[in-house]
């Protein structure tokens, strides 16, 4: 039997020297060391031994049966990493050739402001609203103390929308201000609160290099007990001294706008000529930048909270505009005609 195993030991490993590829190899180790193959039918016949040869032969058949499977295993392997190395000849990619360049967009300059503007109401303390760009005639006039017939009306161009109404509240317009958005927060949220609405806004005019049908502006509301306009100022002066980087004052003008009481004009000085006068301030040291006041009654009634519990200011500025002073563009209209080659400079 010791002979018949050396005999199957040198036929497989004969046989082995001789394969090509995975199949012949497959089918070869079916022939020895499968179920039915020669060495398990050898090993088949060790229980009839005589107990003297049996551990001997036994230890010697598992020794056969390990190598063989060993070799087996080895070529196996052998197949397999030339196969794999053939496929990535095949598939070659030289990672060293160098790679088309797509050119890369970057975040308009409108944007870039206002999420500094955003950024720096953050950490004052003021949430980011938003609000419909169509928007109904109620929360654009009426809510905001404008009724119909008021010549205040005449303040902002509007578009209205043909034979769109709310059922509710009235025709349709394109919302020709942020403050709409005053109204829906109370009514939303209630008292106190503390937002900024930055937001496309639309008029019916005329187009030239200082106005657009479209532009962009930001609301500030904030509502709470014990509120001035000392507070105004404070947050005021500090929001334009965070985003130029360097000290700014702020003035206050009467103004009027319906939906506040007392209501006011802001502006800050010069930083071009340090209040001394100059072309970008009209010679006056100051440069306009927004309206505000305090909310009126009748928009805190409108938004449900409680006149005689709450007050608040409110205020609006051009985002445009700030845009235009930030970068000196003096013509509104490159900021949405889509031209790559003005663009690009931001
Ligand atoms: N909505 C006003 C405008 O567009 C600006 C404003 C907002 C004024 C809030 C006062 C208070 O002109």
Request: charged share 30%.
């Amino acid at each position: 039997m010791k002979d018949q195993l050396e005999k199957i030991k040198k036929d497989a490993l004969e046989a082995l020297n001789k394969i090509k590829d995975i199949d012949a190899l497959k089918n070869l180790e079916v022939k020895f060391l499968g179920r039915k193959g020669l060495l398990t039918n050898l090993l088949r016949g060790v229980k009839d031994l005589s107990p003297a040869e049996k551990p001997l032969i036994g230890k010697l058949s598992n020794t056969i049966k390990v190598d063989l499977e060993q070799a087996f295993a080895t070529l196996g392997q052998k197949f397999e990493t030339e196969k794999l190395e053939k496929e990535l000849k095949k598939d070659f990619f030289d990672t060293t050739i160098p790679g088309t360049a797509r050119p890369l967009g970057h975040i308009h300059p409108l944007s870039q402001v206002q999420e500094e503007v955003e950024r720096i109401f953050n950490q004052m303390g003021f949430a980011i609203m938003d609000g419909p760009e169509v928007e109904s005639e109620y929360y654009n006039f009426e809510g905001l103390n404008i009724p119909k017939d008021h010549p205040a009306r005449d303040m902002q161009d509007t578009f209205f929308l043909k034979d769109k109404n709310d059922k509710d509240h009235g025709r349709m317009v394109l919302r020709t201000h942020t403050s709409p958005v005053q109204v829906r927060t109370m009514e939303k949220y209630g008292a106190p609160l503390r937002v900024i609405v930055p937001g496309r806004v639309f008029r019916y005019e005329a187009t030239d290099a200082s106005h657009d049908t479209t532009f962009y502006q930001v609301e500030g509301l904030l509502i709470d007990k014990n509120i001035s306009l000392s507070h105004l100022k404070g947050v005021m002066a500090e929001f334009l001294t965070r985003l130029f980087g360097k000290p700014v004052k702020v003035r206050f003008r009467p103004g009027y706008f319906p939906f506040v009481e007392p209501g006011l004009e802001l502006d800050f000085s010069c930083l071009l000529c340090g209040e001394k006068g100059c072309r970008v301030c009209k010679h006056t040291g100051w440069i306009e930048f927004m309206g505000a006041g305090m909310v009126h009654e009748n928009v805190l009634k409108a938004g449900g909270v409680d006149p005689k519990e709450y007050q608040g200011w409110a205020f609006g500025f051009g985002l445009t505009r700030l845009v235009m002073m930030r970068y000196g563009i003096d013509d509104i209209r490159l900021l949405t005609n889509g031209d790559q080659r003005f663009i690009k400079q931001f």
